[in-house]
């Protein structure tokens, strides 16, 4: 591929701009689009951050496109995925009137698995409400009349319905190759065309089931490409920790518990009491949940192996679970060959025993016994833990997780020889310093570039960080955050969204709005997370034009509504990880062990990426303006805050409502000429 073929297709009079009509040339895009043709013909690693409106996507998949190289795209969510499959790749396969075949790969929860359907169509108890069986149904013709078997084609029946577990395919109770309905199934056919395709779109979450699967020695899921591009690559640390880990809940033995009891009974009902076999295993999953009961008055409710408050009583009710699945696994072992159910139940016993005793390990004195024996034949001796472990109470489930301290060194060495790996976001570094992404997941010889934003942050938009409010940490601090930002809303006629940091911060910020919404006749609709799902409340936000949403951690990013839809973001606090979660305790406790400093080093470029990516929602086009509120001072008056909010689009700043209002009163005006 030639540089000047590119320059080319990005012109303004080139292929694009002639097949799309809102098409901009930039610059930005074509250097971007330069350094990704480099780094497929080095074989190299280029990890570009490219900021909002740079156009990214087709700087990634023009050279995509030209390579002739089998190619794969991970984005970082299954609604990313589906604009890309759907919007984008048939647009500048139409525009460079090119026959790239593309594929679309998402995890098996995502497709009907016929045999899985075929079992609940017949079982009549298994139908939980009338809407089920309204969902059942739709879900039975949908199988019929699809070619794809994907669940986001159905939208008679929500994503999240509770129904999809019970008629799609996990790991554990595939039949695989012994399955009655192998030929139909949907998961090998999206498999065979992704080994067909020139361009397979994936998501991160199966791109790093793959990588956990290959740890384990297991065949992959993913097709071998020579270019893999990470879209919002800044979601990968996170997401490679949650893969690489592993967890356990009581719902799951709960759900092993009644499986086991239902194939026994239906195909080897003579070989042993079946019901006494599910009614163990329940009462041991029980026994381990009460075991845990203490964890409510934790922080979270949860807490580290080590830190359990009745660990000798939690330990000991472990053990006896553990027990109880090796009598289990050997009953279903002996008549798992009687019919696939069984051995499905089997194969889940067994998986669920193994998770279980590698979270056990090491004991509270650190010995290992999944470690090899010393020379003495005693057992392996004790080591450094590489991961942390920790156990979580929720209403009516306990569940044990274990996440690995650092993925860098499994995630860096799961590159192929000779693939060329392109990670690229709008938010990847500290004011241009990659350090911290680059340690996260060890791509020390990755080629670092950025390129700006091409809007006109100064003339479109206003960080305003009020005077006068409290810290965070004040008990009033709500009430003067919401009293800071009615004016704003008073005066802007757009939509207002409003991050916070934590749920109870949601729900405490929605409460206070509409009572002042109530009192002062301010007639708004006042939209908050939980009401429906994500999907459903950015769709009424968009529909509005005027609304108000308040939202947490999944509202601060993949939120795109340009115009005046979205006119004021507002954001409670910095976005520090809370004191409570495991994993960052482990991590923040190694880094001071090791004579680093936790806050400089991970706390503080954390939230500066997650300050940037809240930040973000608000200009979306060259057309948009907005104001950016942050309500936390220590933004502007910690020494650190500099680097907080040097990361942030040059917005204008200022600490006085009377210009904020001003700045909002003369763009509307200007609008509305």
């Not at 669940?151 to 009655?180: F, H, M, Y």
């Not at 030929?183 to 065309?193: E, H, I, N, P």
């Not at 209403?395 to 690995?404: I, K």
């Not at 020494?639 to 600490?655: D, H, S, V």
Request: charged residues 25%.
């Amino acid at each position: 591929m030639l540089l000047q073929e590119l320059s080319d297709i990005f012109a303004p009079d080139g292929p694009i701009a002639k097949a799309m009509p809102d098409y901009r040339p930039r610059q930005a895009q074509l250097e971007l689009a330069q350094a990704i043709e480099e780094t497929l013909r080095d074989h190299s690693i280029l990890i570009a951050e490219a900021g909002t409106g740079t156009g990214k996507t087709w700087a990634y998949l023009v050279p995509a496109f030209l390579s002739g190289s089998k190619v794969l795209v991970s984005t970082g969510t299954r609604t990313l995925q589906d604009q890309l499959f759907r919007r984008d790749l048939p647009r500048l396969r139409k525009a460079l009137a090119m026959p790239i075949n593309v594929a679309l790969l998402k995890g098996r929860g995502n497709y009907v698995c016929p045999y899985h359907l075929e079992r609940l169509s017949g079982d009549d108890r298994a139908l939980k409400s009338r809407a089920e069986i309204s969902q059942l149904r739709h879900i039975q013709v949908f199988a019929q009349q699809t070619k794809t078997g994907d669940k986001s084609d159905l939208v008679q029946v929500p994503e999240d319905a509770d129904i999809w577990n019970r008629v799609t395919s996990t790991r554990e109770n595939c039949l695989g190759q012994e399955c009655p309905h192998v030929r139909d199934c949907f998961v090998l056919k999206a498999r065979r065309q992704a080994q067909d395709a020139d361009l397979v779109v994936v998501n991160h979450a199966l791109f790093m089931a793959d990588l956990a699967l290959r740890e384990e020695g297991i065949t992959e899921l993913l097709p071998t490409v020579e270019l893999v591009v990470f879209d919002e690559a800044h979601q990968l640390p996170d997401i490679a920790t949650r893969f690489l880990g592993s967890s356990v809940s009581s719902h799951q033995l709960l759900d092993l518990s009644r499986a086991a009891e239902a194939a026994g009974l239906a195909h080897a009902r003579e070989s042993t009491n079946w019901s006494e076999v599910g009614k163990k295993i329940e009462h041991a999953a029980r026994q381990l949940r009460l075991a845990g009961a203490a964890l409510d008055k934790m922080p979270g409710r949860k807490a580290t192996f080590q830190a359990i408050p009745n660990a000798a009583e939690f330990d000991t009710a472990l053990q006896d679970l553990l027990q109880v699945l090796d009598s289990s696994s050997a009953l279903l072992g002996v008549v798992s060959e009687k019919h696939p159910d069984l051995a499905a139940v089997a194969k889940t016993c067994l998986d669920i025993r193994a998770k279980l005793y590698q979270w056990s390990q090491p004991d509270r004195q650190g010995n290992n016994a999944l470690n090899p024996p010393n020379a003495d034949g005693s057992p392996g001796g004790k080591e450094l833990a590489a991961a942390v472990r920790w156990v979580e109470q929720s209403l009516h489930h306990l569940r044990l997780h274990s996440a690995p301290l650092s993925v860098a060194q499994i995630f860096s060495r799961y590159r192929g020889k000779d693939q060329a790996w392109v990670l690229t976001s709008a938010t990847l570094s500290v004011h241009g310093d990659f350090g911290h992404f680059l340690r996260q997941l060890g791509l020390w010889e990755a080629r670092t570039e950025s390129w700006n934003s091409p809007f006109d942050y100064a003339g479109q938009g206003v960080l305003y960080v009020p005077r006068n409010l409290p810290l965070p940490s004040d008990r009033e601090f709500n009430e003067k955050f919401v009293a800071a930002l009615l004016p704003l809303i008073r005066t802007s006629t757009g939509g207002v969204l409003v991050l916070c940091t934590t749920l109870r911060a949601v729900d405490r910020i929605a409460e206070l709005l509409q009572e002042h919404f109530e009192d002062h006749d301010i007639e708004r609709v006042l939209l908050r997370q939980g009401e429906s799902s994500r999907g459903a409340l950015l769709e009424r936000f968009r529909a509005e034009k005027n609304a108000v949403l308040v939202g947490s951690a999944s509202f601060w990013e993949g939120i795109d509504v340009p115009g005046d839809a979205l006119t004021l973001v507002a954001i409670d606090k910095l976005p520090f990880a809370p004191p409570d979660d495991p994993v960052l305790e482990a991590r923040l406790n190694l880094c001071r062990t090791q004579g680093g400093n936790p806050f400089m080093e991970y706390q503080l470029p954390e939230a500066a990426i997650a300050l940037k990516q809240g930040a973000g929602r608000l200009i979306r086009s060259e057309q948009d303006w907005g104001v950016l509120m942050v309500g936390d001072a220590r933004i502007v008056e910690k020494p650190y805050g500099k680097l907080l909010w040097r990361g942030l689009p040059p917005f204008a700043r200022t600490r006085e409502p009377a210009q904020v209002v001003a700045f909002i009163e003369k763009k509307q005006a200007t609008q509305a000429i």
